[in-house]
């Protein structure tokens, strides 16, 4: 049975200064303990227990962790479905002049965030697209949908993270990816290139979120998470991991509880 949601779990003993992390999916990240330091245009915001993170899909934030009483903890909701485009509109109209990605949620916007992070994966599909249209109701109430999804139609980027995110580490190429489409190969560069990317900066992206993922999980050599992420060398593994998040491998790990 299909997910519409996924909870992400992120913890930190020591503070975790990360740039251009991947948010592949339209996210709500609520911290728990500590503060999360985001980097916002010429500025830092806090994000703390008392506000959300609101980010959209695709796309990529730099902040620093910062444990409180030895723990940094966040929730990260991300959403596999999308709201209606009347929902989306509606949002717009209660918005703000001023955006921020940060929002200062009242007890109807917990109770509806924990619903959904509590509810069960066993519900029927509908059932749990229910559940994540209170949410997606309370928060265009309050004009910040908007800010997790634009009323586009689902991109061609959108349709590739689809593809891959069940498996990651598999042999993605894009000669299969275009079978799998009934595309040409140049038919779907071309589409990509309008939405601003390339098919091996999709597949990279996801495959380094998904490492971060990995880590929180449980300890992993090196080897073992190259290759559960698609890298045969773990060499350009770890060099892609520092390059994207200013971290090694083994600091970032250092700082996980």
């Known amino acids: 049975m299909s997910a519409v949601v996924q909870c992400i779990h992120y913890t930190g003993k ?15 990240v609520w911290v728990q303990t500590g503060v999360k330091q985001l980097q916002w245009q010429n500025d830092w915001i806090n994000i703390d227990h008392s506000n959300w993170l609101l980010t959209s899909g695709h796309s990529q934030h730099t902040f620093i962790n910062q444990p409180s009483q030895q ?11 999308r709201p209606t485009t009347e929902l989306i509109n509606r949002s717009r109209q209660h918005a703000n002049q001023h955006e921020q990605p940060d929002y200062l949620f009242d007890k109807a916007g917990e109770y509806l965030f924990m619903n959904v992070v509590n509810m069960p994966q066993s519900l029927p599909r509908n059932v749990q697209q229910c559940m994540v249209n209170g949410l997606f109701e309370y ?13 586009q139609d689902l991109s061609w980027r959108d349709k590739l ?13 894009i000669e299969s990816t275009c079978q799998h489409f009934g595309l040409s190969k140049s038919t779907l560069i071309r589409r990509l290139r309008e939405e601003s990317t390339q098919f091996r900066d999709v597949l990279a992206e996801l495959r380094m979120g998904y490492a971060l ?7 992993y050599t090196q080897l073992d998470l190259a290759q559960l992420c698609g890298y045969q060398s773990e ?3 770890a060099q892609r991991f520092k390059k994207q998040f200013g971290l090694s491998l083994k600091e970032y790990q250092h700082t996980i509880v």
Not at 71 to 81: E, M, N
Not at 161 to 173: E, I, K, R, T, W
């Open 161 to 173: 993270v689809a593809l891959f995110q069940q498996q990651p580490g598999d042999n993605h190429s």
């Open 71 to 81: 723990t940094f903890s966040s929730i990260q909701l991300c959403f596999l479905t």
């Open 139 to 151: 928060l265009a109430h309050v004009g910040k949908l908007h800010q997790l999804f634009s009323n």
């Open 235 to 237: 060499t350009r593994f």
């Open 213 to 219: 993922t990995l880590l929180q999980q449980q300890y």
């Open 14 to 28: 020591k503070s975790q200064p990360l740039r251009n992390v991947p948010f592949i999916y339209p996210s709500i």
